[in-house]
T-cell receptor
Framework: IAGITQAPTSQILAAGRRMTLRCTQD?????MYWYRQDLGLGLRLIHY???????GKGEVPDGYSVSRANTDDFPLTLASAVPSQTSVYFC???????????FGDGTRLSIL | QKEVEQNSGPLSVPEGAIASLNCTYS??????FFWYRQYSGKSPELIMS????GDKEDGRFTAQLNKASQYVSLLIRDSQPSDSATYLC???????????FGGGTRLMVKP
């Protein structure tokens, strides 16, 4: 079934550890995105990529990095996790700029 | 002022009624507008997209856009209990490929 796959589904992580959240799409969408969703703050864009080989910063990029080596994969890395990064993380993709975005099922991340 | 504003609700409507959800945005240059539905513990699901002024209908859903007044709305006709969810308004601002989401309106449809 075509769509976006995120892994892991959930994770508990000690502060200071490095963590990579995986996102893969098989729809050949050009653009991909990472959001975090927090109660009371809504969905906020962390990083995005309009096409393979390019990335851009969103609203809350600090503490996160991304890469886009190919069309399908867009991993999000927390180099040194902090408790304030406890959140639900959603990966999304769209066929192009200004097009509707489709979301993965999310990763629930808890930093202790 | 928030860039995309929605009443957090909850908005409670009886089954079979019309639910009206509203959203205002601050960037006059915004180009595309989307409504997402999010059930508790699930990911956002695209319901409607609208790009030009006026109404766009899809089944029981109608999106309305008024760029002059900077608002976009979603009407749900014949509301069903299964429509109970949080509805997110998202606006693609005129600043690259970035969606800004409102905080969402929680809709409750009572049988």
């Amino acid at each position: 079934i075509a769509g976006i796959t995120q892994a892991p589904t959930s994770q508990i992580l000690a502060a200071g550890r490095r963590m990579t959240l995986r996102c893969t799409q098989d729809m050949r969408h050009n653009a991909m995105y990472w959001y975090r969703q927090d109660l009371g703050l809504g969905l906020r864009l962390i990083h995005y990529s309009n096409t393979a080989g390019t990335t851009g910063k969103g609203e809350v990029p600090d503490g996160y990095s991304v890469s886009r080596a190919n069309t399908d994969d867009f991993p999000l890395t927390l180099a040194s996790a902090v408790p304030s990064q406890t959140s639900v993380y959603f990966c999304a993709s769209s066929i192009g700029v200004n097009q509707p975005q489709h979301f993965g099922d999310g990763t629930r991340l808890s930093i202790l | 002022q928030k860039e995309v504003e929605q009443n957090s609700g909850p908005l409670s409507v009886p089954e079979g009624a019309i639910a009206s959800l509203n959203c205002t945005y601050s960037d006059r240059g915004s180009q595309s507008f989307f409504w997402y539905r999010q059930y508790s513990g699930k990911s956002p699901e695209l319901i409607m997209s609208i790009y030009s002024n006026g109404d766009k209908e899809d089944g029981r859903f109608t999106a309305q856009l008024n760029k002059a007044s900077q608002y976009v709305s979603l009407l749900i006709r014949d509301s069903q209990p299964s429509d109970s969810a949080t509805y997110l308004c998202a606006v693609n601002r005129n600043a690259g490929n970035m969606l800004t989401f409102g905080g969402g309106t929680r809709l409750m449809v009572k049988p």
